[in-house]
């Protein structure tokens, strides 16, 4: 687990990261995001630290009924973890961050109807794996507009969602805990090209002594970019 001071030089953004604002909405009512048992999309993971690669994950639907489940399975990590959706896109177990999370209720990603100009406010409870405590969960969704973005799978039209996110950290040591969540949303391939977090907290102190209490410090902070796409092959 990475933690950085926030002073910390940002840096560049890939170069299969390139995007453009477009203007206005599309010509025609964006359609609601459909899955099939055997779709699969696979990123590549960067640290945005250093622009290193970490990881290669395949998100394959395995389940849409009672729920959306989706196993998750990287090049570099032997374990499988899994993605549950109430639908698409609202989360309930999502194992992307620092520790895979359930939620006691859906959190919604990607807001319906899928439009730009789309703000919600929910808050819930969660769990993180390995933690007994109920810990608060507070966010607000902004779907702030389209735009064209660029990523190793292709040019795609996206909608940028991004989540801010107000939570209780399992690590005691973490206070005020903030979370910047972005989504870039492709009705082409029914699930985002592109997804950015990072994050920031007040240290009140650790064992070793390695932060001063009240020093404002940066969490991890990761990019996943689309490499491939793989819709489950039609019935003939």
Known sequence: MQRRRFT???AAL?????MTERDGAPARPVPLPTVR???RWRYQQINRYNGAWVDEPTFEVVEIEPEIRLQVTGRRSVATQQERFSSAWSVIDDPIYDIPISFAQPMPIVPIPIQAGQALNSQTTYRALGYGDT???T?????ERWERVQVPAGVFDCLRIVRVIAFKHPDVFRENSTRTDTVWYAPDVNRWVQR??????????????FAMVGTRMREDWYLWQLTAYLPAPTAK
């Open 196 to 209: 950015e977090w990072s994050g920031e907290f007040l240290s009140s102190g650790t064992p070793s002594g």
């Open 135 to 137: 810990l608060r969960w």
């Open 8 to 10: 910390l030089a940002l």
């Open 37 to 39: 048992v055997g779709d």
């Open 139 to 143: 966010q607000r969704l902004s779907a």
């Open 14 to 18: 890939p170069a299969a990261c390139a």
